[in-house]
C-alpha cells in the first residue's frame, strides 16, 4: 500500500466508493460489538451480583460504541447499508474484530484478562482518537474514552485482586494468561491498511501507544505479585478476516433473529 492516501473529495473519488477510514471504522465497530456480546453472556451468570451487573453495564457501553461506529462505517461506504446490514448481514471473513474479543469467557479469570488486554489498549487507542484529524471519529471518540477509563480501572483492579488473592484465584489468573496473552500483539500490530492510514496521518501509530501500555501493565502486574509476561508469541489473523472457529458459533446467536426474520423491526 502507498505510504499517502489520495485526497477523498466528491471531485477524485465517485460518491459510491468507500471512504479510506471506512475499513478502520468497521474494524473498530466489529471488535466493540463481538466484545460486547461475549460480556452479555455473563448476564445473570456473574459470581456476584455487584460483578454480574458490571459487566452487563461495560457490555452496554462497548454496545453503544459499537452502534455509533457502524453508524459512521455506513456513511463512510456511501452503499445504502444500514449499521443493522453491517452488524447482523455479514459472514464471519468479513468481520475484522481481533482475534482476542471473540475467545470464549471460560472462568472469571479468563474473562478478567481478555479484558485487561482489551481495555489497555482500547484506552490509550480513544486517548488518541479523540484528538484526531477526522471530527466524527474524534467525537465518538471523546465520549467513548470517558467510559474506557472505568473499564480499565475495573479490569485492572480486578487483575491484582485475583493475583494476590487466594492460591486458586492465581492458579486461575496464571492459567489465563498463559492461555489468552498472546492474543494481545494484534491489537498493535498494525494491518497494511492500517499502515496507510497511520502513514496518512488519519488514524493513531500503534507504536506510540506502546510506553504508556507497559507502563500501566508494569505497574498492575506488580501490585497483582504476577510476572509481566514477555517476547510472547503475537497470534495474528482477525483483523484481516482469519477468525478462529469461536467466531462463528458467536454469529450464529447473534445474528439469528435478523437472518430467520429478514428486515425484523422492534
Known amino acids: 500500500m502507498s505510504a499517502t492516501?489520495?485526497?477523498?473529495?466528491?471531485?477524485?473519488?465517485?460518491?459510491?466508493?468507500?471512504?479510506?477510514?471506512?475499513?478502520?471504522?468497521?474494524?473498530?465497530?466489529?471488535?466493540?460489538?463481538i466484545l460486547a456480546h461475549r460480556l452479555s453472556e455473563w448476564c445473570g451468570h456473574g459470581p456476584?451480583?455487584?460483578?454480574?451487573?458490571?459487566l452487563a453495564n461495560i457490555a452496554l457501553d462497548l454496545l453503544g460504541e459499537a452502534r455509533s461506529y457502524y453508524q459512521y462505517a455506513a456513511e463512510l461506504e456511501g452503499q445504502d447499508r444500514?449499521?443493522?446490514d453491517l452488524a447482523y448481514l455479514r459472514s464471519a471473513v468479513e468481520y475484522r474484530?481481533?482475534?482476542?474479543?471473540?475467545?470464549?469467557?471460560?472462568?472469571?479469570?479468563?474473562?478478567?484478562?481478555?479484558?485487561?488486554?482489551?481495555?489497555?489498549?482500547h484506552y490509550h487507542l480513544l486517548r488518541e482518537l479523540k484528538d484526531g484529524p477526522d471530527a466524527q471519529l474524534a467525537a465518538?471518540?471523546?465520549?467513548?474514552?470517558?467510559?474506557?477509563?472505568?473499564?480499565?480501572?475495573?479490569?485492572?483492579?480486578w487483575v491484582i485482586r485475583?493475583?494476590?488473592?487466594?492460591?486458586?484465584?492465581r492458579k486461575r489468573l496464571d492459567k489465563a494468561i498463559a492461555t489468552l496473552w498472546r492474543f494481545g500483539g494484534e491489537l498493535t500490530t498494525p494491518t497494511d491498511t492500517e499502515k496507510g492510514l497511520q502513514a496518512a496521518g488519519l488514524v493513531p501509530d500503534y507504536a506510540a501507544l506502546l510506553p504508556a501500555m507497559q507502563a500501566h501493565a508494569e505497574h498492575v502486574f506488580a501490585e497483582a505479585t504476577v510476572p509481566l509476561?514477555?517476547?510472547?508469541?503475537?497470534?495474528?489473523?482477525?483483523?484481516?478476516?482469519?477468525?478462529?472457529?469461536?467466531?462463528?458459533?458467536?454469529?450464529?446467536?447473534?445474528q439469528y433473529m435478523q437472518r430467520a426474520y429478514p428486515g425484523l423491526k422492534w
Do not use: C, M
Open 162 to 169: 485475583l493475583g494476590d488473592g487466594t492460591e486458586e484465584s
Open 82 to 84: 444500514t449499521e443493522d
Open 5 to 33: 492516501l489520495p485526497e477523498t473529495t466528491a471531485a477524485a473519488v465517485p460518491a459510491s466508493a468507500p471512504r479510506p477510514l471506512f475499513p478502520f471504522v468497521l474494524q473498530l465497530a466489529d471488535t466493540s460489538l
Open 48 to 54: 456476584v451480583l455487584e460483578q454480574d451487573l458490571a
Open 140 to 157: 465518538i471518540a471523546e465520549k467513548s474514552v470517558k467510559e474506557a477509563a472505568y473499564h480499565l480501572k475495573w479490569s485492572s483492579e
Open 97 to 121: 474484530n481481533p482475534l482476542l474479543v471473540e475467545q470464549p469467557n471460560g472462568d472469571f479469570a479468563h474473562t478478567i484478562v481478555r479484558q485487561f488486554l482489551f481495555d489497555n489498549f
Open 229 to 254: 509476561p514477555t517476547a510472547v508469541f503475537a497470534q495474528l489473523g482477525g483483523k484481516t478476516g482469519r477468525h478462529s472457529e469461536h467466531l462463528g458459533y458467536l454469529l450464529s446467536e447473534l
